[in-house]
């Protein structure tokens, strides 16, 4: 069956940095985009970065450009998400998430395009 499972998380200091991985099984991940999203304790789930199938186009919310990267290795079946200059305002539970298209809609940060989702995972940021 369709699995995501999210990796990597932990705490870390304010201005340090973290590599999220997102293992996919049970579907040719190649053929879809994938989102990492994350939520806070009392806020809304937020998306965070996407990627298209092929790895061509990426996007970001605002809160994290510059500072993380998406990334895919479709051959390895996982996509990565590089955190650097961490801030306390990032401490969420992350999720890796695999849309229903190739690329993203225009509001993938919505999370309502993507039909499988990991069990999340956990980063702290704090001194």
């Known amino acids: 069956q369709v699995q995501l499972v999210e990796s990597g998380g932990g705490l870390v200091q304010p201005g340090g940095s973290l590599r999220l991985s997102c293992a996919a099984s049970?579907?040719?991940?190649?053929?879809?985009?994938i989102g990492w999203f994350r939520q806070a304790p009392g806020k809304e789930r937020e998306g965070v970065a996407l990627?298209?199938?092929?790895?061509?186009?990426?996007d970001y919310a605002d809160s994290v450009k510059g500072r993380f990267t998406i990334s895919r290795d479709n051959a390895k079946s996982t996509v990565y998400l590089q955190m650097n200059s961490l801030k306390p305002e990032d401490t969420a539970v992350y999720y890796c998430?695999?849309?229903?298209?190739?690329?993203?809609?225009?509001?993938?940060?919505?999370?309502?395009?993507?039909?499988?989702w990991g069990q999340g995972t956990q980063v702290t940021v704090s001194s």
């Open positions: 990627i298209t199938s092929s790895g061509g186009s990426t």
């Open positions: 998430a695999r849309s229903w298209r190739a690329i993203g809609a225009p509001d993938w940060r919505r999370g309502l395009d993507f039909g499988s």
């Open positions: 049970g579907f040719t991940l190649s053929l879809w985009a």
